[in-house]
C-alpha cells in the first residue's frame, strides 16, 4: 500500500478535532489513517501552532539538502584523495 501525504493543515486539524474530545479510532476512520500514526504525530506536534507546524517542516526539508550537500562533498574529496594518494 503506498503511503499517502498529508498536509500540515489536516493534521493540526485532526490533532484539533481529538483534543475537542472525538475518540482517537474514529477520528482514524475518518481519516484513513493508523491510530499508530496519529500518536505519532501527537508526540511530535503537540503543543504547536500551525505556523510552528509548517516551519519545523521547512527546517526538515532544509536539514535534508544540506545533509545530502554534506555527503557529496564528502564523496568528492574521498575521490581526490584517492587520485592523488596513487602513485603513477
Do not use: C, H
Not at 489536516?10 to 478535532?17: C, M, N, P, R, S
Not at 500514526?37 to 509548517?54: A, Q, V
Amino acid at each position: 500500500m503506498a503511503k499517502k501525504r498529508i498536509e500540515e493543515s489536516k493534521i493540526f486539524q485532526i490533532l484539533k478535532e481529538a483534543e475537542s474530545g472525538i475518540p482517537i479510532k474514529e477520528l482514524s476512520r475518518k481519516y484513513g489513517i493508523t491510530e499508530q500514526t496519529f500518536y505519532r504525530w501527537r508526540n511530535k506536534y503537540n503543543g504547536l501552532e500551525l505556523s510552528d507546524i509548517k516551519q519545523m517542516k521547512e527546517l526538515e526539508r532544509e536539514n535534508s539538502e544540506l545533509k545530502k550537500i554534506v555527503a557529496n562533498m564528502a564523496l568528492e574529496i574521498q575521490a581526490i584523495k584517492n587520485v592523488l594518494g596513487k602513485k603513477f
